[in-house]
């Protein structure tokens, strides 16, 4: 009777525990079906708790026009997540000895008119320069279409007045990121493309991580659209104007590489990394709820890793809880369609 008994209970909780799975899964596939319907521009999300992939699918329509469906393996734009790329590769640098974070921009850039302040790699990290943000510039439509070098994408906007005194304030700044593109070529000798392909996509084993190109072939690429009566093809952009702040093409199963190999110190050393995680402050002291190149938010009352990108026909979205190593991202090929929501929600779900 008591080995009955006992093989009943075991029966019951493996039961119990599908149900659950099934329930997880169920309650996800509700959230984003809500969101993105299959005749439309979709999306793919990925879920991870302690290194098991819990979730991983697509939805929708990888290209409208030649009637593709979306599947997991897509490659987007995504976007400013390419900021999280951006600092590895300088923190990298400083640990070579190659830059110091406290480096004035200007030893890097001695043309830089900074009105006499002191303007550090620092501050481009966290947004806290007082650099006007060139895409706020109404100019920039004149841009948008040209193969820029990044000196002339900086001398688009640095004569452009700065909009506080650095370390005043903080103001999400794309134009410091693409000062630390172009401060990763002058150190490194290399092309910010050729940098962080070698020391980065390659290192990890990111195979299906690009420097985004217009020409080049890329395997599973899905087509970026926008909504206007009903959906169009998404605006033309050099991809020499994100560049460093946003020109990084991805997906799922290499953002959750790029994830390990930043859990596992792969690429810099633990006091390093830990740096990338610091809630830095400004000259009076306040939290600024970002690190270099990871805003430092909460879902459920603990602290998350989490940045997001948003380019012409693109929208992504990566969250991070390291106490329950629990990571969700979800990318979509509609500027018109957020996962940024859906994404936390999932996260909230996986975080006990």
Not at 124 to 133: E, M, N, V
Not at 201 to 212: D, H, L, S, W
Not at 290 to 304: A, N, P, T
Not at 305 to 324: A, C
């Amino acid at each position: 009777m008591k080995a009955f008994l006992k093989s009943f209970i075991v029966l019951f909780l493996i039961i119990c525990s599908g149900l659950s799975a099934q329930s997880l899964e169920t309650q996800i596939d509700n959230l984003i079906a809500s969101k993105f319907q299959p005749e439309n521009p979709g999306a793919v999300f990925l879920a991870v708790k302690k290194g098991k992939v819990v979730y991983r699918k697509a939805f929708g329509m990888a290209n409208l026009e030649m009637n593709v469906q979306m599947k997991p393996e897509s490659v987007f734009e995504i976007g400013s997540m390419t900021k999280q790329f951006t600092a590895v590769a300088v923190l990298m640098l400083a640990e070579q000895g190659k830059l110091k974070l406290d480096d004035e921009i200007t030893k890097f850039i001695p043309d830089y008119p900074t009105s006499g302040n002191k303007i550090t790699v620092h501050h481009l990290l966290t947004h806290t320069s007082g650099i006007k943000d060139f895409t706020s510039m109404k100019a920039i439509k004149d841009i948008a279409r040209q193969d820029l070098s990044p000196k002339e994408l900086v001398d688009f906007f640095k004569n452009e007045p700065i909009d506080f005194k650095p370390g005043e304030k903080y103001k999400y700044c794309n134009s410091g990121y693409v000062l630390l593109g172009y401060i990763i070529e002058m150190v490194s000798g290399q092309t910010y493309e050729a940098f962080i392909t070698q020391h980065i996509f390659k290192k990890t084993r990111m195979e299906n991580t690009y420097y985004a190109s217009h020409d080049k072939m890329i395997k599973n690429r899905v087509s970026g659209y926008r909504e206007r009566d009903g959906f169009i093809n998404a605006n033309y952009i050099s991809f020499s104007i994100p560049y460093a702040s946003g020109s990084i093409l991805s997906n799922v199963d290499d953002l959750l590489k790029w994830q390990y190999a930043i859990n596992a110190n792969t690429l810099l050393n633990p006091a390093s990394t830990k740096k990338a995680f610091v809630n830095y402050k400004l000259n009076d002291g306040t939290n600024i709820d970002y690190g270099y190149g990871w805003h430092l938010e909460k879902v459920k009352d603990k602290i998350v890793r989490e940045h997001g990108g948003s380019i012409f026909g693109f929208k992504s979205m990566g969250v991070y809880e390291p106490t329950e190593q629990v990571y969700v991202v979800g990318l979509s090929n509609c500027d018109c369609n957020s996962p940024t929501g859906i994404t936390k929600e999932i996260a909230s779900l996986l975080i006990d």
